[in-house]
């Protein structure tokens, strides 16, 4: 079993930045892929990115070249680092963890990110 806390949302100005962590506790975290997900208000649910228990990623299209996710395995956390955010950004932001290829498992609570002048 494996709970996970996100942190670090808020509102930002566009063009600026945000890193969202999320922390674990539990066990087996290391051998999972862990994700970001957002929901925007009457938006489906959709990855942002996601990075294996090997390290490779993957972006959504939207983001890449602008977000950056990693993970530390000693620290039980995965983060997102977002740069040069868009009022389409704005989302509320989740972390999962699960079997890579198969659902998440595991979800977090959801932290609010607001690009907005």
């Known amino acids: 079993q494996v709970q996970l806390v996100e942190s670090g949302g808020g509102l930002v100005q566009p063009g600026g930045s945000l890193r969202l962590s999320c922390a674990a506790s539990?066990?087996?975290?290391?051998?999972?892929?862990l994700g970001w997900y957002r929901q925007a208000p009457q938006k489906q649910r959709e990855l942002v990115a996601q990075i294996r228990n090997g390290g490779s990623t993957n972006y959504a299209d939207s983001v890449k070249g602008r977000f950056t996710i990693s993970r530390d395995n000693a620290k039980n956390s995965v983060y997102l680092q977002m740069n040069s955010l868009e009022p389409e950004d704005t989302a509320v932001y989740y972390c999962?963890?699960?079997?890579?290829?198969?659902?998440?498992?595991?979800w977090g609570q959801g932290t609010q990110v607001t690009v907005s002048s």
């Open positions: 999962a963890a699960g079997y890579f290829g198969l659902p998440p498992r595991y």
């Open positions: 539990g066990s087996g975290f290391s051998i999972y892929a």
